[in-house]
C-alpha cells in the first residue's frame, strides 16, 4: 500500500530534550516536506526536500533540523525543543517538487513541550 | 495580506443542499490550486485539481479557477454528513513552487 508513515503518532517532552520525528515513503517520490498546523493558522511549511541531500527551509524554520540522506526517509530534527514548538505536524510527499502534484499526507504527529 | 485567504466558518449547510467554499489567494503567477479534505485529527486529503481558467467537476464535486480575481472555490453537491469537514485550499507559490496553504474552512452539514 503506497503510504507515508509517521512517527510517533503522539509526543510528549520537556524543554530542551532532542527528539526526533521520522517520516517514510515507499511511493519513490523526489519531493517530501514537513508542516506544522496550528488552530487558526493553517498549515506552515518547516523544511523542504527536492530529492536526497537537497533540502531547504520553509517558512518556519527557526527550531527545527532535516537531512535527506535516502529517498524514502526525511527525519524532522528538534535539537531543544520549546513550549512554542508545541503543535500538530504532518510530512508530505510527492512525485516533485512545482505544481501538478498531490501532496501526500503522513498520520500526523501531536508534540506536546512542557 | 495572507497569501491564502479563506474563511474559517463553522459554514453551515442542510443535507442535500449546495455548500460553496471560497478561496482567494496573492500570488498572480501561481499555476496549481488545490482543494483538501481533512477530517479532525486526521491528515489532508486531496479532493480536486485546477490548473486552468473555468469549472473542473468531479463527482458532486465542482471546482471554480477565476486566475484574473485570484479567486478558486469548491462547491459540493447533494451534501452529505460525510462531507462535515475542514476544507483546506491550497496554491503553489510562482517563486519556489511551494504549496502555500489557507487555514481552513470548516463545513458542518446539518442532517
Known amino acids: 500500500e503506497a503510504q507515508v508513515t509517521q512517527n510517533p503518532r503522539y509526543l510528549i517532552t520537556v524543554t530542551g530534550k532532542k527528539l526526533t520525528v521520522t517520516c517514510s515513503q515507499n511511493?519513490?517520490?523526489?519531493?517530501m516536506s514537513w508542516y506544522r498546523q496550528d488552530p487558526g493558522l493553517g498549515l506552515r511549511q518547516i523544511y523542504y526536500?527536492?530529492?536526497?541531500?537537497?533540502?531547504d527551509k520553509g517558512d518556519v524554520p527557526e527550531g527545527y533540523k532535516v537531512s535527506r540522506k535516502e529517498k524514502r526517509n526525511f527525519p524532522l530534527i528538534l535539537e531543544s525543543p520549546s513550549p512554542n514548538q508545541t503543535s500538530l505536524y504532518f510530512c508530505?510527499?510527492?512525485?516533485?517538487?512545482?505544481?501538478?502534484?498531490?501532496?501526500?499526507f503522513g498520520q500526523g504527529t501531536r508534540l506536546t513541550v512542557v | 495580506q495572507k497569501e491564502v485567504e479563506q474563511n474559517s466558518g463553522p459554514l453551515s449547510v442542510p443535507e442535500g443542499a449546495i455548500a460553496s467554499l471560497n478561496c482567494t489567494y496573492s500570488?498572480?503567477?501561481?499555476?496549481?490550486f488545490f482543494w483538501y479534505r481533512q477530517y479532525s485529527g486526521k491528515s489532508p486529503e486531496l479532493i480536486m485539481s485546477i490548473y486552468s481558467n473555468g469549472d473542473k467537476e468531479d463527482g458532486r464535486f465542482t471546482a471554480q479557477l477565476n486566475k484574473a480575481s485570484q479567486y478558486v472555490s469548491l462547491l459540493i453537491r447533494d451534501s452529505q454528513p460525510s462531507d462535515s469537514a475542514t476544507y483546506l485550499c491550497?496554491?503553489?507559490?510562482?517563486?519556489?513552487?511551494?504549496?502555500?496553504w489557507g487555514a481552513g474552512t470548516k463545513l458542518i452539514i446539518k442532517p
Open positions: 511511493m519513490n517520490h523526489e519531493y
Open positions: 500570488d498572480r503567477g501561481s499555476q496549481s
Open positions: 526536500s527536492m530529492n536526497v541531500e537537497v533540502t
Open positions: 491550497a496554491v503553489n507559490r510562482d517563486s519556489n513552487y511551494q504549496l502555500i
Open positions: 508530505a510527499s510527492s512525485l516533485r517538487a512545482g505544481g501538478y502534484t498531490e501532496a501526500f
